[in-house]
Every structure is written in structure tokens, then in C-alpha cells.
């Protein structure tokens, strides 16, 4: 099996950059096999490698999940400000089955703390950089319901972006003296772009719920709930043997 740089495959497994794996690395906390790593050292996707006493993904243990993200929950590892507020990987502990081991796992992109919906989670870190770049224009749709109702021009404003993303697909599925249902598909993934975009139009968003990514959809899961990937999903996103 070739040798790869090892900040490569620390990297790749999704636990950090490869500038903080170099960091790793120099303060003597990587290990291949059992033997401290040094700068410029190569390993296979076989050896046994630990970042500060963690065993990193190997080939063998990625995993790709697909998760119902519940409202009110952080897409990160940890709370920024130093809150209480339920993070991700809590959500995916819970809800694994007992005595289950779970792959350290982080989120493809983010849904802020008040959506909810369809998130996916890896520990391939190539794979997750893939999906994050816009260059393969990987559709996401999301169902928003606005409190009031929605006349055409502002349907028509929407979907040029409104200067905040590209143009993109607005359809309404309800619609109701006091209550609007759109389906808004996007191919960016910039932060509160669908809520700015509300807003910069003059529409409240009463809820925003991520129904699919590609052709993956958030099908029957319910809030909390995840499953791993089938290989017919992974292909649909059609990344993966991308360089």
C-alpha cells in the first residue's frame, strides 16, 4: 500500500487541518504504530495512528451519516460562547444505541441553532471538503414557512438571491390568508442565507427546515434520529473519486 504524508491523512480523517497536524506532529503527540511521528514521517491507511491518545479514522471506520437536527441544537463541537446550549455530538450520543460505539464525527457545513432538518455528519475529511465547495454545485432545499401571506413580486424577489446568493428556485406549497409555505433550493451554503434573504425582502421566517441535500433526502427521520449512508446515496452525491 503507498505511503501518504501523515499530515495528509490526520487531515483527511476530518480531526483537524493539516497545518494543526504539522502542530501535532512537532510537539511529539502523533504516533503511527505506537512510535511518536515526526515531521516528514509517511504512514499506509493501515497503521494505527493517535493524535494526543485518539485513534483517528482509518479507512476501514469512516463513517457518513445523515442526521434530523433538532431545532434549538448547535452544528459544532462546542458552544462558542461558552453556553449550555445542546451541541450536535450530544444529539448523535444520545441517540446511539446503548454501548454502541460512535466515530468522532462533525458536521458537513452548518444549520444555525434555530433550523432544523437534514445535516450530514463525516469523519472523512476529504469527502467533507468536497461537498462544501461550490464548484460541485450540490442543491440544497429547504422548507420555509413565513407567518404571512406572499405576494408574487416577493416570490419573484426571492429568487433572484437578493443579492445575498445566486438566483435560486422559489415554490410555493401553501398558501394561506396568514401563513406561506415556500420550498427554496439553493446551491450555496453561506450563513443565514435563506433567513437574509427573508429579510432583506421584508418576510419573517417562522420556521426553516433543510429537507435534502442532492438527491439525499431527510425522508421519515425524526428530530434527533440519523442513519449512516447508503452507498446509492454516497454515489448520488458524486464526490467521492473527485480529486
Known amino acids: 500500500m503507498n505511503k501518504i504524508r501523515l499530515q495528509?491523512?490526520?487531515?483527511?480523517?476530518?480531526?483537524?487541518?493539516?497545518?494543526?497536524?504539522?502542530a501535532y506532529i512537532e510537539k511529539g503527540e502523533v504516533r503511527v504504530n505506537g512510535r511518536t511521528a515526526k515531521i516528514g514521517d509517511q504512514?499506509?491507511?493501515?497503521?494505527?495512528?493517535?493524535?494526543?491518545?485518539?485513534?483517528?479514522?482509518s479507512k476501514s471506520t469512516l463513517r457518513y451519516i445523515k442526521m434530523y437536527k433538532p431545532r434549538g441544537v448547535l452544528c459544532s463541537m462546542s458552544d462558542p460562547h461558552a453556553g449550555n446550549r445542546p451541541l450536535i455530538c450530544e444529539v448523535l450520543a444520545q441517540n446511539?444505541?446503548?454501548?454502541?460505539?460512535?466515530?468522532?464525527?462533525?458536521?458537513?457545513?452548518?444549520?444555525?441553532?434555530?433550523?432544523?432538518g437534514l445535516i450530514l455528519l463525516t469523519n472523512d475529511g476529504d469527502f467533507a471538503n468536497k461537498i462544501a465547495h461550490p464548484s460541485n454545485n450540490i442543491k440544497k432545499t429547504y422548507r420555509v414557512t413565513l407567518p404571512q401571506k406572499v405576494t408574487d413580486d416577493e416570490v419573484a424577489k426571492l429568487s433572484t438571491g437578493m443579492g445575498i446568493g445566486s438566483p435560486c428556485t422559489v415554490e410555493v406549497i401553501t398558501e394561506e390568508k396568514s401563513r406561506t409555505v415556500l420550498l427554496i433550493t439553493i446551491s450555496e451554503g453561506k450563513n443565514r442565507q435563506i433567513r437574509k434573504m427573508c429579510e432583506a425582502a421584508g418576510l419573517g421566517v417562522s420556521r426553516l427546515k433543510r429537507i435534502s441535500i442532492g438527491k439525499i433526502k431527510l425522508g421519515m427521520l425524526k428530530s434527533g434520529e440519523f442513519v449512516d449512508l447508503t452507498e446509492q446515496e454516497l454515489k448520488s452525491l458524486n464526490v467521492r473519486d473527485k480529486k
Not at 495528509?8 to 504539522?22: F, H, L, N, T, V
Not at 504512514?43 to 479514522?57: E, H, M, Q, Y
Request: aromatic share 4%; with cysteine; glycine share 8%.
Open 43 to 57: 504512514a499506509t491507511l493501515d497503521d494505527t495512528i493517535t493524535v494526543s491518545g485518539i485513534k483517528i479514522a
Open 96 to 116: 446511539s444505541p446503548a454501548g454502541a460505539p460512535c466515530e468522532r464525527v462533525y458536521p458537513i457545513g452548518r444549520l444555525d441553532a434555530n433550523s432544523e
Open 8 to 22: 495528509k491523512i490526520i487531515a483527511d480523517s476530518g480531526y483537524c487541518s493539516r497545518r494543526k497536524a504539522e
